[in-house]
T-cell receptor
């Protein structure tokens, strides 16, 4: 257990569906992140939240919509996705966004878009 | 632009062999460096990190890494691998002025018993 819990672990959705990924951290951290892990590609940072405020959006398409209601919870709302969005979506948290803080990762949600 | 290169995509070794995984980065300023490991079916977890001080860093499970500033490298080593080291290894870099982690593509290590 890392202290970062993601649900669901697996998700299959059609291109017209709307679904949400959930991330919860029990580490008292103030920064949370969404990453996308695709086969044979580096982990791609999608969004950064620090003290509930979005501080970075890495040119992510609007069909991905993050939400951070408090420092412990992070959501990724999905709608009208494409098959190429199929990937492992990882949530991470760190004490803050300082350069000397390490990130703790959840186990990820394996998303398949059909 | 910042980037992290891991030269080996798949490494296959026998138990007790020595391991060295390469990692080079491009970033002009001060960096903090990390190696993460992802065992099959498990989450990414920190293996070791370098922030400052002794450039030879020791991590968990007998791994170590050496930061060579002049070569922009942070190679991971282990003198004698075990079957349980089979996993994917990711090098990551954080610049001192940027909060984001840049990851390499990962190296899949397979250790045969």
């Amino acid at each position: 257990e890392t202290g970062v819990t993601q649900t669901p672990r697996h998700l299959v959705m059609g291109m017209t569906n709307k679904k949400s990924l959930k991330c919860e951290q029990h580490l008292g951290h103030n920064a949370m992140y969404w990453y996308k892990q695709s086969a044979k590609k580096p982990l791609e940072l999608m969004f950064v939240y620090n003290f509930k405020e979005q501080t970075e959006n890495n040119s992510v398409p609007s069909r991905f919509s993050p939400e951070c209601p408090n420092s412990s919870h992070l959501f990724l709302h999905l709608h009208t996705l494409q098959p190429e969005d199929s990937a492992l979506y990882l949530c991470a948290s760190s004490q803050d966004t300082g350069s000397d803080t390490e990130a703790f990762f959840g186990q990820g949600t394996r998303l398949t878009v059909v | 632009a910042q980037s992290v290169s891991q030269h080996n995509h798949h490494v296959i070794l026998s138990e007790a062999a020595s391991l060295e995984l390469g990692c080079n980065y491009s970033y002009g300023g001060t960096v903090n460096l990390f190696w993460y490991v992802q065992y099959p079916g498990q989450h990414l977890q920190l293996l070791l990190k370098y922030f400052s001080g002794d450039p030879l860093v020791k991590g968990i499970k007998g791994f170590e890494a050496e930061f060579i500033k002049s070569k922009f490298s942070f190679n991971l080593r282990k003198p004698s691998v075990q079957w349980s080291d089979t996993a994917e290894y990711f090098c990551a870099v954080k610049g001192s002025t940027l909060g984001r982690l840049y990851f390499g593509r990962g190296t899949q290590l397979t250790v045969w018993p």
